[in-house]
């Protein structure tokens, strides 16, 4: 007997197991409720899925004998009863989507923690984990039977790299694309709420630089991306007695397919038991317990988001502990998600902002490779006219400005504002990289705090100064790019 969460002046109890037989015995009247659209045969109770605009009747089918039921059109998506089946349809509030991928070579046990993972829901026979080698389209469908579940994908490299990006925020964001009908008007777009757990031996950034492609800081924070290599047995710290992490990855796949779907009806059990209001209660402390350990003070709000789904990961396993799911310490699953994070924040290499840092790495390259090429040498200042001119003996092409010795006798740039634009800072808001690199000493600015300074420039460029962006000799070192 366990309690079903609602308004505390209407409380009672439930028996599952009674609840489940009286399903059964009212099997045909619920059926005819819940889909209305299907019908008997044999034994079987066939009808399109009601949460997919699935035109194939008969995908979706439930034995009337044992309540079993599957989604034909998806080999994985199946319930072992009536309370699974309604279950399936709950709609969680709580965190915002997103995923966590584990990047690394070949055989360092990536698929094995995803057949883990995977093993919690489903599994046996009927492989639970998908492929990232799909259309978004598919995706799309793919991700809404997954609805308030786990979705495992395998092999990121897979996937078209033009779509890498767009996938992880769709599946991230909780909804597909709008679409419309045939005879006007839209359809009812794709929509599921899901945590999603993905594998390959690249990151998405790798993969949509293959296309020329940029990965924004949105996109990172979706997908979290965690070194699947600890530095000992692969994905593994420990062995637990096995000779090497090949066997130990053996042997949680042969159990993973043995023995599968069982915890995750324990713990929906659990938590019906219990006052959810008393549970987002527990998950709150949780979040505020990991942001206190985690996050400075100058950490972006990139970085808490990522500190935040940690956070749920961390209550997820103290909950199934408490449970009796999980023969952990509540030490073991706090220093364990740590360390994910830890390992994640050390690959991303800054608590601040990622698009900021992107940008001052960019301007940074730039200057590394153009130094001299793109930039006119300035001949040294004549003291008695105050003027300067340009070094005849090079010649510049596509000019981004001009580059003078200090006092120290290195070479300091002047470039034109509308390069530094359209070219040097391009996909970047110039204006919050300028401001960071003045911050770092790497841009000189006018007393005032202006980013441009009025620059005298060669006599061949005419006598009026001219606004320009003067970055000092640090820039090719980049100063602190964290």
Same mark, same amino acid.
């Given at each position: 007997?366990?309690?079903?969460?609602?308004?505390?002046?209407? /409380?009672?109890?439930?028996?599952?197991?009674?609840?489940?037989?009286?399903?059964?015995?009212?099997?045909?009247?619920?059926?005819?409720?819940?889909?209305?659209?299907?019908?008997?045969?044999?034994?079987?109770?066939?009808?399109?899925?009601?949460?997919?605009?699935?035109?194939?009747?008969?995908?979706?089918?439930?034995?009337?004998?044992?309540?079993?039921?599957?989604?034909?059109?998806?080999?994985?998506?199946?319930?072992?009863?009536?309370?699974?089946?309604?279950?399936?349809?709950?709609?969680?509030?709580?965190?915002?989507?997103?995923?966590?991928?584990?990047?690394?070579?070949?055989?360092?046990?990536?698929?094995?923690?995803?057949?883990?993972?995977?093993?919690?829901?489903? %599994?046996?026979?009927?492989?639970?984990?998908?492929?990232?080698?799909?259309?978004?389209?598919?995706?799309?469908?793919?991700?809404?039977?997954?609805?308030?579940?786990?979705?495992?994908?395998?092999?990121?490299?897979?996937?078209?790299?033009?779509?890498?990006?767009?996938?992880?925020?769709?599946?991230?964001?909780?909804? %597909?694309?709008?679409?419309?009908?045939?005879?006007?008007?839209?359809?009812?777009?794709?929509?599921?709420?899901?945590?999603?757990?993905?594998?390959?031996?690249?990151?998405?950034?790798?993969?949509?630089?293959?296309?020329?492609?940029?990965?924004?800081?949105?996109?990172?924070?979706?997908?979290?991306?965690?070194?699947?290599?600890?530095?000992?047995?692969?994905?593994?710290?420990?062995?637990?007695?096995?000779?090497?992490?090949?066997?130990?990855?053996?042997?949680?796949?042969?159990?993973? /397919?043995?023995?599968?779907?069982?915890?995750?009806?324990?713990?929906?059990?659990?938590?019906?038991?219990?006052?959810?209001?008393?549970?987002?209660?527990?998950?709150?402390?949780?979040?505020?317990?990991?942001?206190?350990?985690?996050?400075?003070?100058?950490?972006?709000?990139?970085?808490?988001?990522?500190?935040?789904?940690?956070?749920?990961?961390?209550?997820?396993?103290?909950?199934?502990?408490?449970?009796?799911?999980?023969?952990?310490?509540?030490?073991?699953?706090?220093?364990?998600?740590?360390?994910?994070?830890?390992?994640?924040?050390?690959?991303?290499?800054?608590?601040?902002?990622?698009?900021?840092?992107?940008?001052?790495?960019?301007?940074?390259?730039?200057?590394?490779?153009?130094?001299?090429?793109?930039?006119?040498?300035?001949?040294?200042?004549?003291?008695?006219?105050?003027?300067?001119?340009?070094?005849?003996?090079?010649?510049?092409?596509?000019?981004?400005?001009?580059?003078?010795?200090?006092?120290?006798?290195?070479?300091?740039?002047?470039?034109?504002?509308?390069?530094?634009?359209?070219?040097?800072?391009?996909?970047?808001?110039?204006?919050?990289?300028?401001?960071?690199?003045?911050?770092?000493?790497?841009?000189?600015?006018?007393?005032?705090?202006?980013?441009?300074?009025?620059?005298?420039?060669?006599?061949?460029?005419?006598?009026?100064?001219?606004?320009?962006?003067?970055?000092?000799?640090?820039?090719?070192?980049?100063?602190?790019?964290?």
């Amino acid at each position: 007997m366990r309690e079903v969460f609602m308004p505390r002046k209407y /409380k009672i109890k439930a028996d599952f197991r009674h609840i489940e037989r009286a399903c059964l015995f009212n099997m045909g009247s619920i059926l005819r409720q819940w889909l209305p659209n299907g019908k008997i045969q044999g034994g079987e109770y066939v009808a399109l899925n009601p949460k997919r605009q699935d035109n194939s009747e008969g995908s979706f089918k439930v034995n009337l004998r044992t309540g079993y039921w599957a989604d034909f059109a998806y080999d994985n998506v199946k319930g072992r009863s009536m309370i699974s089946l309604a279950s399936s349809l709950l709609k969680i509030t709580g965190e915002e989507n997103g995923g966590f991928h584990f990047r690394g070579a070949s055989s360092l046990g990536k698929s094995t923690a995803l057949n883990v993972a995977s093993s919690i829901l489903g %599994g046996g026979k009927t492989p639970y984990i998908q492929q990232w080698r799909s259309t978004s389209n598919a995706l799309e469908e793919t991700a809404e039977a997954h609805n308030d579940t786990l979705l495992c994908l395998d092999e990121l490299g897979q996937i078209d790299g033009k779509q890498a990006g767009e996938v992880a925020y769709m599946l991230a964001n909780g909804s %597909g694309k709008s679409r419309m009908r045939d005879k006007g008007g839209l359809r009812k777009k794709h929509e599921w709420r899901l945590l999603f757990l993905s594998s390959g031996e690249i990151s998405l950034a790798d993969k949509m630089l293959e296309v020329g492609k940029r990965v924004h800081a949105g996109m990172e924070v979706r997908l979290i991306d965690i070194p699947a290599d600890t530095g000992k047995f692969g994905l593994f710290e420990e062995l637990h007695g096995f000779a090497n992490g090949a066997e130990f990855s053996r042997h949680l796949n042969t159990m993973s /397919k043995r023995y599968y779907g069982t915890a995750i009806r324990t713990f929906i059990e659990s938590l019906v038991g219990q006052d959810w209001e008393e549970i987002q209660k527990f998950t709150k402390e949780q979040h505020d317990k990991m942001l206190y350990a985690c996050v400075s003070d100058h950490s972006d709000g990139q970085v808490k988001r990522v500190a935040a789904r940690f956070a749920l990961l961390s209550a997820a396993g103290l909950l199934a502990i408490k449970a009796g799911i999980l023969p952990f310490e509540d030490s073991e699953i706090c220093n364990a998600i740590m360390k994910c994070y830890s390992a994640w924040l050390q690959n991303r290499g800054t608590e601040g902002s990622l698009e900021i840092k992107h940008g001052v790495e960019q301007v940074v390259k730039f200057f590394e490779q153009h130094s001299s090429t793109r930039f006119a040498l300035i001949n040294a200042m004549n003291n008695q006219a105050g003027d300067v001119s340009i070094n005849d003996a090079e010649k510049v092409i596509s000019r981004a400005g001009y580059r003078r010795k200090d006092k120290e006798a290195k070479y300091e740039y002047l470039v034109f504002p509308a390069v530094f634009r359209e070219e040097i800072c391009k996909g970047y808001d110039a204006r919050t990289i300028l401001r960071e690199l003045a911050k770092r000493g790497l841009l000189h600015t006018e007393s005032d705090g202006r980013l441009d300074k009025n620059i005298r420039l060669p006599v061949e460029e005419g006598s009026k100064p001219k606004r320009m962006y003067h970055f000092s000799s640090s820039i090719l070192s980049g100063g602190d790019t964290n």
